[in-house]
């Protein structure tokens, strides 16, 4: 079996496979090598499923120096703050804040000695028949293989591939973001700060490094499509244009190349044809917006090499019972994504007074039950005990 990314989705289906006892290989584009990027909350089936591979110790050895979020206005003042334990609440159980790259290389750790990892490898050209795939990959190279899994990510080339260019399947939610990461900024190192103004957002907060944190901007946006690595700094600024709190000196230090991305959405009628299955952001990307991606992407990848092992020798009966599982989980996840993403950065200075009072009212323990309509229950799509389920005993 191939697996075309070594990214959260695909990295956990590898180790499932290996467990299921097959040769799984997996090829990615970048290189080896420790990442920068962005922060994560993994909690709910990416939890669970952490906890299923015995990586939770490691995972929370390494986690973000971050007690809280907090909503801050100009003159630094927190207006709101979402502590740890009505966090917890909200989520219906644990959950860990780590760096996206972090995530990777514990899994990548995981998979160390037991899958064959090919980097800066990717496949150039997929053609299927009924007994197999043959795959020739960028440097040339051709090997047959029963079953494709197209674990790339949001921008993926092998849905492009199996499915046709991505403006088909993608739902631009009107944000574009940026982050990268900067000195740690004294008074802010252990809190997650989000300063808002009317049609844009700052977000710094502290990594797993002392003396490194993420600076972060999501923006409402109507330019699409890829954002050429010469034009990103400028673009930012652009957006950014008279911006207050610590924005100023945040992009001062944006470096020539940012990680910038519009928030876009995947939406595919079907998630596998013939040996190829998709799996992660390349088939239900949510966007950041349902603060649920790299959990979904996990809980996707162990249950599509469980419906595997379960149909030993019928990759569609297995390909389809795993899509049944996820789908209905992403279409809503994608629906409240969308809404909260709007509630997140309001067009205007009207709509932002309204997220101040709102925010206000709801960051209590009184309105769990409304804060988890948007955030919490992620469990549920995996089979079996979780930590959720011991929660809702209690
Ligand atoms: C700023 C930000 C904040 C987020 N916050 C959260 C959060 O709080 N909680 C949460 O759960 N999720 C969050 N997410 C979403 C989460 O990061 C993604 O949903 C998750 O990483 C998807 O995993 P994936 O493996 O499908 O894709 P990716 O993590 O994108 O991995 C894809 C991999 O495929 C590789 N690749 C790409 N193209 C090819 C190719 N052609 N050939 C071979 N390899 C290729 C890439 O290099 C990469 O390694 C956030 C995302 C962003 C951008």
């Known amino acids: 079996m191939l697996v075309s990314g070594a990214g959260v989705a695909g990295l956990t289906c590898a180790y499932w496979l290996h467990e299921a006892g097959h040769t799984p290989v997996v090829v990615e584009r970048a290189a080896a090598g420790p990442l920068g990027g962005y922060g994560i909350d993994l909690s709910g089936s990416g939890y669970d499923v952490a906890g299923r591979m015995g990586i939770l110790d490691r995972l929370a050895a390494r986690q973000l ?119 740690d900024v004294a008074g802010r190192t252990d809190v997650r700060a989000h300063f808002t103004e009317p049609g844009r957002q700052t977000v710094l907060y502290p990594t797993d490094t002392v003396g490194t944190s993420v600076a972060l901007f999501l923006y409402r946006s109507q330019r699409h499509g890829r954002i ?25 230090q944006a470096p020539d190349e940012p990680f910038m991305d519009d928030l876009t959405q995947i939406e595919l009628p079907r998630w596998h044809r013939g040996r190829v299955v998709l799996i992660g952001d390349a088939c239900g990307a949510l966007t950041l917006g349902s603060a649920q991606g790299a959990s979904v992407a996990m809980a996707g990848g162990y249950l599509l090499a469980t419906a595997l092992a379960a149909h030993p020798g019928a990759h569609t009966d297995a390909f389809a019972a795993y899509e049944a599982r996820v789908r209905p989980f992403v279409a809503e996840r994608q629906r409240r994504a969308r809404s909260f993403t709007r509630g997140l950065v309001p067009a205007t200075r009207a709509g932002r007074g309204i997220q101040r009072v709102f ?29 959720h389920s011991k929660e809702r005993q209690r």
Not at 123 to 145: C, E, K
Not at 235 to 243: D, P, V
Not at 366 to 381: K, M, Y
């Open 65 to 183: 120096r971050v007690d809280s979020v907090a909503l801050v206005d100009g003159a630094d003042r927190i207006t709101a703050r979402l502590d740890r334990p009505l966090a917890e609440k909200m989520l219906r159980g644990p959950y860990l804040g780590l760096m996206h790259s972090t995530l990777e290389e514990v899994l990548a750790g995981a998979v160390e000695d037991r899958v064959e990892i090919r980097h800066r490898q990717r496949i150039a050209a997929l053609r299927q028949n009924d007994d197999d795939v043959l795959v020739t990959f960028a440097d040339g190279t051709r090997q047959r293989f029963d079953v494709v899994v197209g674990a790339d990510g949001v921008h993926s080339d092998t849905r492009e591939l199996v499915f046709g260019p991505e403006p088909r399947w993608a739902r631009q939610l009107g944000f574009s973001m940026a982050c990268y990461p900067v000195p």
């Open 228 to 252: 050429p690595r010469a034009e990103r700094v400028a673009r930012l600024r652009a957006a950014y244009q008279g911006a207050g709190w610590y924005t100023p000196e945040l992009l001062a």
């Open 359 to 387: 925010t206000r009212l709801v960051l209590r323990d009184a309105a769990v039950p409304l804060l988890r309509f948007g955030f919490g229950d992620v469990s549920s799509i995996l089979p079996g005990p979780s930590h």
